[in-house]
């Protein structure tokens, strides 16, 4: 692609009730990205074309959409990954409704989280009200914590796309979360009653569109969810451990590794 | 269009912009219990913050423990070539640590030490290892742990809202007056005390590593508002942004590629920083490659290499590479990370774990492998070290009750900002603005709103949707960013300048005329047509301190005097909107700085 073509864009443009997909031709270069796209269209032939971004660099999450069919950030997609003698669609993350364009209302992501018990850390570890943590220890929340919350794994998510369970399940992006507080060498606070009732993460059955989608390559099933699902059972349904906790009641505290 | 409908809310402070400024002031505020509002011009958690890569400064000394604050500030005053507020280098200095430590406490995870403490990293101008970090994803982690502790403090939260003016009750301000993006609708907030924390001005650059919501927004409210800004000469061109492919250039490649080691070289493969050495880092500065390298790998006998002078210098020294004709094929220079495969082994894993975004970032949009190849970098506007002139210690204005902290605030950094300073600045003098926020409002309860003022605001912001067949917002835009990138930017000289300055005016005329199709509702066509006028407003600041400083200094370089001035070596310059309404531009002494800080400049010579 060293050489500069036409191309078209096929663009949803829509309000929070209707909309369509319209056609707009640009040139494209060698480099580009969907972003640059949207963006030459807006300057050229559609001005009032919405659509949100910031970094342009995969950091902020912002410019989250469909492109040809699969939930991508607009900003890291090269077209010269994209068959190019097609129209290549581009349309907003279809499991939150529509504002307008390709701008989708994602504040539910932001409620469900306030709804999540805040960090709690165990007392400072020394004298002058610091810690100390190893790295090995804290490895696999730096992982969750590269979260850029830019919903795709919502998005790609049956229980919220097919199911519409949002108002009692928290998604994938909140068991990331959620993994991180729990996983957190300093949180003592108690989590997985939350993770299992308000969060509900037993309507998940680990298919793993989520990590398929991430764009920061979170592996979001295998390190937070099974491990949150795992803890979650022997919390809740080890007999042994039932039994036990009727004798004695353990803080999290000891528990942690 | 009859009068437009305004929503009010009321709050006894009001934090206008939510990176890590804007979040720290808000969180301050919110503990003392009193009622606070923020206004994010994206959504929570994406502000430019998040970009941040190589880490934020403080002077715990967890790596080499002869770092204390007073080093810290010694080498943030020669970095800002001592034109800095030094009560504001001293704070930070001396309160960094604190700060960091607390996001520590709120959940933030840096890199760890063998010995379990928080790790620090080299960077360019700290004189030890300084910069607490999480790999070169450092601002997500800070951004990300204020937003999570902030949701719970009963702070309120306007995500996609603009600003579009502040309000007045005689000589202080009563509230500010902006809209939604996601409906169009008008919003007041009455508010005795306002933080301005809206970050800086790349935008009105064409190369840039910032994002459109770096329009200058605060610099113009106050500036409209009657407050003095400062220094706005003083543009960082970070000297490592991406050049190819070209719809990716000016986005960053953190500092932190030359504190793990990173080297830069000529088309002929010299490494040409060791060519050019100020004589005010002499001493501090490694002999060869090979002492270089000991520096990186921790000797603590060795000197910094080259490559980590202060940003101006490494940018000054890459463009003249570049205008010599020793380029790379597209404009740049080659930053060659993969050599350290020479000194050690598992290099490539290294690398990916200390530059992950880095390695993704260049695998993905230029299809580098940056442990195997070397990156091709260039000056990308980065950072405004100009802004609003604050008091030190409250970060007050000139304007009552109106404060500015982190980027959209001046002073900390002088000439020239040393990369690090900027995360540990958000929160440091974000605590700081809203500690003193809350007090002011305090005993400043109740301003009243004049609202004929608000409806002739509102008026004006709607008017580019009435009209038609005027000059589209995206244009004036591209023409004034063209227009600041040839005449204002790394290289200066007189008559280029005065040309911006007269392009700057015409562009104003047709600003005012822009016209914009569509309706008020997310309409980014008339968000930038709103935007534009404080775009304008900052690069004619911008313009006017730069042809008024006829030396060069720290990020201000002119072709036409190329040398340093003892006669600009002592004053800031001021520029603030006259009784006539054009620009006044006029030159301020800094005061002397008092004993027991000039003790320490000397001390460490």
Not at chain 2, 169 to 177: H, I, L, T
Not at chain 2, 247 to 257: A, N
Not at chain 2, 315 to 339: F, K, M, N, Q, T
Request: contains cysteine; charged residues 25%; aromatic residues 8%.
């Amino acid at each position: 692609m060293g050489e500069q073509r036409q191309a078209t864009f096929s663009v949803w443009r829509g309000d929070h009730q209707t909309g369509k997909f319209v056609d707009y031709k640009t040139t494209v270069s060698e480099g580009m990205v969907v972003l640059d796209a949207i963006h030459q269209i807006q300057a050229e032939s559609a001005s009032d074309l919405a659509c949100r971004w910031n970094c342009k660099a995969g950091k902020c999450g912002s410019c989250s959409a469909e492109i040809n069919g699969k939930p991508r950030l607009m900003c890291m997609t090269r077209l010269d990954i994209l068959d190019m003698t097609q129209p290549v669609t581009v349309e907003p993350m279809r499991s939150f409704p529509s504002i307008r364009d390709l701008v989708t209302d994602v504040s539910w992501n932001f409620r469900v989280k306030k709804r999540i018990k805040p960090f709690k850390p165990r007392k400072p570890d020394a004298e002058d009200g610091t810690w100390r943590m190893y790295q090995a220890d804290v490895e696999r929340v730096q992982e969750f914590r590269k979260c850029i919350e830019c919903f795709l794994c919502q998005d790609v998510c049956h229980v919220l796309r097919e199911h519409h369970k949002h108002d009692e399940f928290a998604g994938p992006r909140h068991f990331v979360y959620q993994a991180a507080l729990e996983m957190h060498p300093l949180d003592v606070e108690e989590r997985l009653g939350q993770v299992k009732g308000e969060n509900a993460i037993g309507y998940c059955n680990i298919t793993k569109c989520c990590t398929k989608v991430c764009p920061e390559h979170i592996a979001i099933t295998d390190n937070a969810i099974i491990p949150l699902k795992e803890r979650v059972n022997d919390e809740f349904y080890d007999p042994i451990t039932k039994l036990f906790r009727i004798f004695r009641a353990r803080p999290k505290a000891e528990r942690k590794d | 269009m009859g009068t437009p409908q305004c929503i009010t809310h009321e709050h006894q402070v009001l934090i206008i912009g939510a990176g890590g400024a804007g979040l720290r002031a808000a969180i301050e505020a919110a503990s003392t219990g009193i009622n606070v509002g923020v206004v994010c011009k994206s959504l929570l958690g994406k502000a430019h913050t998040v970009m941040a890569e190589g880490g934020m400064a403080a002077s715990m000394g967890n790596v080499d423990d002869r770092d204390n604050w007073r080093v810290h500030f010694a080498d943030t005053m020669r970095g800002g070539q001592y034109l800095n507020n030094w009560r504001m280098a001293e704070i930070h200095a001396r309160q960094a640590g604190d700060r960091v430590r607390e996001l520590e406490a709120w959940g933030a995870i840096f890199d760890r030490t063998r010995d379990g403490k928080i790790l620090q990293r080299n960077f360019g101008g700290h004189k030890y290892p300084r910069l607490a970090h999480v790999g070169d994803r450092t601002g997500l982690e800070m951004i990300r742990t204020l937003q999570d502790h902030g949701i719970h403090q009963g702070i309120e939260f306007y995500m996609e809202f603009t600003v579009l003016e502040i309000l007045m009750d005689g000589d202080r301000v009563a509230g500010a007056v902006g809209y939604d993006r996601e409906k169009g609708r008008f919003h007041i907030w009455k508010a005795p005390a306002i933080v301005l924390a809206t970050g800086g001005i790349g935008r009105a650059f064409k190369i840039t590593s910032n994002s459109w919501e770096y329009t200058g927004d605060g610099h113009a409210l106050a500036y409209r508002a009657g407050a003095e800004l400062k220094d706005m000469e003083f543009v960082q061109f970070h000297p490592t942004g991406m050049v190819w492919p070209p719809s990716v250039r000016g986005i960053l490649v953190t500092e932190g590629v030359r504190g793990e080691g990173g080297v830069l070289r000529n088309s002929q493969g010299r490494r040409f920083m060791f060519d050019d050495i100020p004589d005010l880092y002499k001493n501090q500065t490694a002999s060869d490659p090979e002492e270089g390298w000991r520096y990186v790998i921790g000797d603590k006998d060795a000197q910094r290499p080259p490559e980590l002078l202060t940003r101006d210098h490494v940018a000054r020294c890459i463009v003249r590479e570049i205008r010599e004709g020793r380029g790379s094929p597209h404009g740049g220079v080659y930053l060659d990370i993969a050599w350290i495969k020479e000194k050690m082994r598992n290099s490539e894993a290294h690398i990916r774990k200390k530059l992950p975004s880095m390695y993704h970032q260049f695998k993905q949009l230029a299809g580098v492998d940056i442990t195997k190849d070397a990156m091709e970098v260039g000056p990308t506007t980065h950072y405004a070290m100009g802004g609003v002139n604050v008091d030190g210690q409250t970060q007050m204005s000139t304007v009552k009750g109106l404060f500015a902290c982190g980027e959209v605030a001046a002073g900390l950094h002088g000439a020239n900002r040393l990369g690090g300073n900027s995360l540990s600045d958000l929160v440091v003098f974000g605590k700081l603005a809203g500690e003193h926020a809350v007090e002011w409002a305090k005993s400043h309860p109740n301003p009243t709103i004049d609202s004929s003022q608000v409806q002739s605001i509102c008026r004006a912001a709607l008017e580019p949707l009435e009209r038609s067949g005027g000059e589209s917002p995206y244009e004036v835009q591209a023409r004034l960013q063209d227009m600041m990138q040839d005449k204002v930017g790394i290289v200066r000289k007189e008559s280029e300048m005065a040309e911006a300055i007269e392009g700057i005016a015409s562009l104003r005329r047709k600003a005012a005329s822009a016209s914009v199709p569509g309706n008020i509702e997310y309409n980014p066509g008339w968000h930038t047509a709103v935007d534009l006028h404080n775009l304008l407003v900052v690069s004619e600041a911008v313009a006017r301190c730069a042809l008024d400083r006829k030396e060069s200094r720290g990020a201000h370089f002119r072709d036409d005097y190329p040398a340093k001035d003892e006669a600009h070596a002592s004053h800031n310059t001021i520029v603030y909107r006259g009784a006539d309404g054009a620009m006044v531009v006029e030159r301020r002494e800094i005061p002397a700085m008092p004993k027991e800080l000039s003790d320490i400049i000397k001390e460490m010579g």
